[in-house]
């Protein structure tokens, strides 16, 4: 079976002899946080660091999720390596894949996913925390970023599936901020465009309670342009529809 080595990768997994699937499922790692168990499977996520490169090592068995394209099933990190190469070719900011292999034996389907981590950058939930403590210029250059990548997804026709605010990653860079997104297993095309993209829009705003009126207008606008303000009633409506029930 193929696996995918990233070209960027693939000499510094090869010098360590993990540039193979057994060699890297062997690997004794301690788990970032408690096991996935959902899906009649096990999922974990661990951190390995190699030569001062770190990486989230994410190894599961016969966690599996189903789809239109899938009915049947297949690993969710089979999935999210898929998109991670979408979201490239359509020019979306978002974490890379260093490393991707699965197998199946029997009853047995595992899947590894090694994904490079974002050093550098910082999710949206914690900038949000210390809200209050950054300038006017550095909150403008966090919400332009952010409604950048948004409307980028969402013009290519993609529903992120997760888009919390923890799963924005945010960095400062010479010429400005750069944002991008994480966990990507849920992301999808439309199937009805305008519902979804307020429902990701809802997802997305629900923990950045921070941010005042002035700030949500400067988000639509750099999200939307002139239909900014269109967006913004249909969240608000979806909003009033959930508070009612």
């Known amino acids: 079976m193929n696996d995918y080595h990233s070209p960027a990768y693939a ?3 090869q010098r ?16 970032v946080d408690a ?41 969710t990190f089979a999935r999210e390596f ?3 190469q979408l979201f490239q070719k359509r020019g979306i900011p978002a974490l890379d894949a260093a490393w991707f292999g699965e197998r199946r034996s029997g009853k047995s389907w595992r899947a590894i996913l090694i994904t490079p981590a974002l050093d550098g950058h910082e999710d949206l939930v914690d900038l949000n925390a210390r809200w209050q403590t950054l300038s006017e210029e550095t909150q403008y250059g966090i919400i332009d970023a952010s409604a950048a990548l948004l409307r980028t997804l969402h013009d290519s026709g993609l529903l992120h599936g997760s888009l919390y605010a923890k799963h924005v990653f945010l960095a ?3 010429s400005g901020w750069i944002a991008r997104f994480i966990d990507l297993e849920k992301s999808r095309p439309f199937f009805r465009r305008s519902a979804e993209r307020v429902r990701d829009l809802d997802v997305f705003a629900r923990r950045l309670d921070q941010w005042q009126e002035n700030e949500w ?3 639509f606008k750099h999200y939307a342009g002139p239909e900014g303000p269109q967006w913004r009633q249909k969240l608000d409506a979806r909003l009033a529809r959930k508070r009612k029930k």
């Open 11 to 13: 000499d510094l997994f």
């Open 16 to 31: 360590h002899q993990l540039d193979d699937f057994e060699a890297l499922w062997a690997l004794s790692l301690t788990p």
């Open 172 to 174: 400062q860079t010479p």
């Open 35 to 75: 096991p996935n168990l959902e899906r009649g499977g096990h999922s974990e996520v661990c951190l390995l660091t190699l030569e001062n490169q770190r990486f989230f090592v994410k190894r599961q068995t016969n966690h599996l999720g189903r789809s239109v394209q899938r009915p049947f099933g297949e690993p």
């Open 82 to 84: 898929r998109n991670i």
């Open 217 to 219: 207008q400067r988000f």
